[in-house]
Each structure stands twice: as C-alpha cells, then as structure tokens.
C-alpha cells in the first residue's frame, strides 16, 4: 500500500525559506518517480519538482528554478523540497505525489497523492 506523508510548511515571510517533507512507502525509487505540485486559489494544479524513477535526475518548474532543491533521503524513505526566497505567487497547498516521468520531466501521470500541506507566503 502506498502511503505519502508530508509535513513542514506554514506562514513564512516573503524572501524566507521552508522545507516540507514527504514520507514515502509501499514503493521503491526506482518503480515510481516522486515530486511535488502544489495548488493555488483560484489556480491549476500545477508540478513544482520531481526525482525520476530512471535515474535520480532531478527536474523542476521554470518559476522555482534556482530557488527550490528537492532531494532524497533514501534511509528515512523521505524527500524534500527546500523552498528559498519565497514569493506570495509561491502560496498554496503543496501536494507530494508518486507516478509517471516517462524518464524526464515533471510527473505526467500521478498515481498517487499525499494529503497536501499549506504553505502561506505573506507579510
């Protein structure tokens, strides 16, 4: 049975940072990829970043570029997604899911979804 557990995020000021991170079970590495979408009011669901399952690139949203890190912790089954210089456009509930890269990109096909975390960038 697959399971995905996230924690972390919060109301952080705009320029700060967060990390969330996600619990993963029932699968391994390499039969899914692993990433995360988040959803803004108003707004598509739309895949921040993702670890392929092919092999462990890591792939992310134009807009988070430069300022997002995900990364494993293949002994605690956990990845994260550390968040820096945050903007209000980064506002919204932020999904862990685990599917299909078809071996680049973000996920295109999500089997699987956690529960969502909130994430508020305000002053």
């Known amino acids: 049975q697959v399971q995905l557990v996230e924690s972390g995020g919060g109301l952080v000021q705009p320029g700060g940072s967060v990390r969330l991170s996600c619990e993963a079970s029932g699968f391994t590495s390499d039969q899914l990829s692993i990433g995360w979408f988040r959803e803004a009011p108003g707004k598509e669901r739309e895949g921040v970043s993702c670890i392929s399952s092919s092999d462990g690139s890591t792939y992310y949203l134009h807009t988070v570029m430069g300022r997002f890190i995900m990364s494993r912790d293949t002994a605690k089954n956990t990845v994260y997604l550390q968040m820096n210089s945050l903007k209000p456009e980064d506002t919204g509930v932020y999904y862990c899911?685990?599917?299909?890269?078809?071996?680049?990109?973000?996920?295109?096909?999500?089997?699987?979804w956690g529960q969502g975390t909130q994430v508020t960038v305000s002053a």
């Open positions: 899911a685990a599917g299909e890269n078809y071996g680049s990109g973000l996920i295109n096909r999500v089997d699987y």
